[in-house]
């Protein structure tokens, strides 16, 4: 069945950088557009990023700039690359994989930014 696993996630001072990765099995993964959102404590879960199968991308605005997503269908990963983060970055980051009405998710990743 398709499973996507989550990495990357960690606690890194305001101003840093992760990567994090969403490895993809079970599915057909270079037809699925893929997502990365994130979810802090008592709020909603927001899309953060989007590729589709073509490499198209798609950013939440306070991403742009900052963030880049990226995939290799040879690896069926995705990968999202945060650079100067803040705190207001902090939540539980969450892979997905979405095509037409069928949608996977991942477990999770924390990311916790200090100020």
């Known amino acids: 069945q398709a499973q996507l696993v989550e990495s990357g996630g960690g606690l890194v001072q305001a101003g840093g950088s992760l990567r994090l990765s969403c490895a993809a099995s079970?599915?057909?993964?270079?037809?699925?557009?893929m997502a990365w959102y994130r979810q802090a404590p008592g709020k909603q879960r927001d899309m953060v990023a989007t590729?589709?199968?073509?490499?198209?991308?798609n950013y939440l605005d306070s991403a742009k700039g900052r963030f880049t997503i990226s995939r290799d269908n040879a690896k069926n990963t995705v990968y999202l690359q945060m650079n100067s983060l803040k705190p207001m970055d902090t939540a539980v980051y969450y892979c997905?994989?979405?095509?037409?009405?069928?949608?996977?998710w991942g477990q999770g990743t924390q990311v916790t930014v200090s100020s």
């Open positions: 997905a994989a979405h095509l037409y009405s069928t949608s996977y």
């Open positions: 079970g599915i057909i993964f270079s037809k699925y557009t």
């Open positions: 590729i589709t199968s073509g490499g198209t991308t």
